[in-house]
């Protein structure tokens, strides 16, 4: 069974690092995250890479690339943000109605009865909101809302939020709702990488790389991951360097927003979509990269949901690097193609400084990988 040779959260780093050599990964070059001098490259060509961005819905691929445009490129201007602003208030409400219903559904109760007003009040103003031409929010919703976030009984409605759909920085978001609803209000950067936005159709992006060991232009195609998205992966294909792509590993216990009757896992999905994938002949003598994310919120996850419960073969217990491990190896076995590498990550795509160490190596991979097949390193 393989391990997990890279990190990118800076508290994972008792996770153990596997061997080189290993029949379905790849050693990554190391990077200091600096961007050197022009022309220390000078004897080599500006190389160009397309790298399409994969992975099923809500996984962080939007995430991923957000994080690259403030480490490569000038990140986000006036304009961009007062677009954020209108999503984060949008995805304040969203999650708060969201736990809202899911009480009324679960049959839990507030432990201060005089809360329902406040709870019918803050959802009928979701259920109304327009972004787009009122968003603000009013001071009463806003101490409506730090009102039921308090109350016991919403709060252990939080913690079941596997058995309904909430996106991952609900709690992040109500909590800096008296912020993010002043007129005056401006995104931070921290604001803008945990807004939830889905991807529609296909974005592409290109920045240029320099590390300690190589330079490149990376155009990397992010497209949608839900599953009437991905019709719209086929047309994407043509020149492709590599492709990374993202699996979330706190999904292992969630249903698939778009299959909540059937009730789908999203790791299940996930895993499947990762095996058809990498099989399709575009991809046969492609190198893949593979990022496991949110390893910050599997950290506190795996300790009040069992993994076993929903993977019967798990036997690690409650423990961060057994769980990761287990699931990096569930994903490395779906490669039938013994000549081909992937490169596995754990990654916490919310963390810019681990991030641009690890998006540092994986260039390093690619190009170096390149220059090999080309006869130039």
């Not at 994972?12 to 050693?27: I, K, M, R, Y």
């Not at 690259?68 to 999503?87: L, S």
């Amino acid at each position: 069974m393989g391990k997990v040779f890279s990190i990118c959260c800076p508290k994972d780093g008792d996770l153990s690092v596997a061997e080189p050599g290993s029949a379905n990964q790849g050693t990554p070059s190391s990077s200091t995250g600096k961007k050197p001098a022009a022309g220390r490259y000078k004897n080599r060509p500006m190389l160009e890479e397309t790298l399409l961005l994969l992975g099923a819905g809500e996984c962080g691929k939007s995430t991923i690339l957000k994080q690259m445009r403030i480490i490569y490129a000038d990140g986000f201007d006036q304009k961009d943000k007062e677009r954020f602003k209108i999503v984060i208030r949008d995805n304040a409400l969203r999650s708060i109605a969201a736990i809202l219903h899911a009480m009324k559904n679960l049959g839990i109760l507030f432990e201060k009865e005089e809360l329902e007003d406040q709870s019918t009040q803050i959802r009928e103003f979701q259920a109304n909101f327009d972004p787009k031409t009122d968003p603000a929010i009013p001071r009463s919703i806003v101490k409506a809302i730090i009102e039921v976030w308090l109350d016991p009984g919403l709060q252990s409605c939080y913690l079941r939020s596997n058995e309904y759909q909430l996106m991952d920085s609900a709690m992040y978001f109500i909590e800096k709702i008296a912020e993010i609803s002043k007129d005056d209000y401006i995104p931070s950067k921290d604001d803008i990488i945990r807004a939830r936005e889905q991807t529609q159709g296909i974005v592409e992006q290109t920045f240029e790389i320099r590390t300690s060991q190589t330079e490149g232009l990376f155009k990397i195609v992010d497209v949608g991951g839900q599953r009437n998205q991905r019709k719209k992966w086929v047309h994407t294909f043509e020149d492709v360097t590599a492709l990374i792509f993202v699996a979330s590993l706190v999904d292992y216990d969630l249903v698939l927003q778009e299959d909540t009757r059937k009730g789908t896992n999203r790791m299940v999905e996930s895993l499947n979509l990762f095996e058809n994938t990498i099989h399709m002949q575009t991809f046969k003598k492609k190198s893949v990269v593979l990022f496991l994310n949110k390893t910050d919120l599997f950290r506190g996850k795996v300790v009040r949901s069992p993994i076993e419960k929903y993977f019967k073969d798990y036997t690690g217990g409650p423990d961060f690097k057994r769980g990761a491990e287990y699931f990096t190896n569930q994903f490395l076995s779906k490669n039938a193609y013994e000549g081909r590498t992937i490169y596995p990550h754990l990654t916490c795509a919310t963390d810019t400084e681990a991030l641009n160490h690890l998006i540092n190596v994986v260039a390093d991979t690619i190009i170096q990988t390149n220059l090999i097949e080309v006869g130039l390193a």
